[in-house]
T-cell receptor, first 111, second 112 residues
């Protein structure tokens, strides 16, 4: 079983929809949780960064971490065609810089 | 512009022919690492370097070598490439322990 599980999609939604992306994990030592966005033929870029449990909001994006359930989510409000990309969750524990990534969810926002 | 630069971006080679993928960052970052990305497996760390002359294995180091002679450069070396090393490779760097990991644009390698 993988340490981090992520539904690969693809997920297709109409423009303006609310999108929910999720990851589950098995390592209870993970303390730092991230979401990266990767456009086609590009490297991943950091979208959201959360430490421990709780919510974090940045514009149309909200990241949630529920450590008790080992479950993290990324919500995108008012989705735009420019949000079409692969979204990767990533996490790590304290003292280790290497990230453990999910396999990514491909999102397509239809105009 | 702050960036991580990888070369080549695309490469097709044959089994056993040594190759090097270069990586350079202009952000004065101490920490650099290499990942490979494969369908269904996500990104997996190959090697990392905490500073000049300090390197260590990641999760999938077999068949790869690295060196860190200068702070800005961190080349990935495949001494004898095999088809199972066909993948998309990313170099990344960060300047702080909890800071953002900056990725290069990727190098797509095909080994025939």
């Amino acid at each position: 079983q993988k340490e981090v599980e992520q539904d690969p999609g693809p997920l297709s939604v109409p423009e303006g929809a609310i999108v929910s992306l999720n990851c589950t994990y098995s390592n209870s030592a993970f303390q730092y949780f991230m979401w990266y966005r990767q456009y086609s033929r590009k490297g991943p870029e950091l979208l959201m960064y959360t430490y421990s449990s709780g919510n974090k909001e940045d514009g149309r994006f909200t990241a949630q971490v529920d450590k008790s359930s080992k479950y993290i989510s990324l919500f995108i409000r008012d989705s735009q065609p420019s949000d079409s990309a692969t979204y990767l969750c990533a996490m790590r524990n304290t003292g280790r810089r290497a990230l453990t990534f999910g396999s990514g969810t491909r999102l397509q926002v239809q105009p | 512009e702050a960036q991580v630069t990888q070369n080549p971006r695309y490469l097709i080679t044959v089994t056993g022919k040594k190759l090097t993928v270069t990586c350079s960052q202009n952000m004065n970052h101490e920490y650099m690492s290499w990942y490979r990305q494969d369908p269904g497996l996500g990104l997996r760390q190959i090697y990392y370097s905490m500073n000049v002359e300090v390197t260590d294995k990641g999760d999938v180091p077999e068949g790869y070598k690295v060196s860190r002679k200068e702070k800005r450069n961190f080349p990935l070396i495949l001494e004898s490439p095999s088809p199972n090393q066909t993948s998309l490779y990313f170099c990344a760097s960060t300047g702080t322990r909890d800071g953002e990991l900056f990725f290069g644009e990727g190098s797509r390698l095909t080994v025939l």
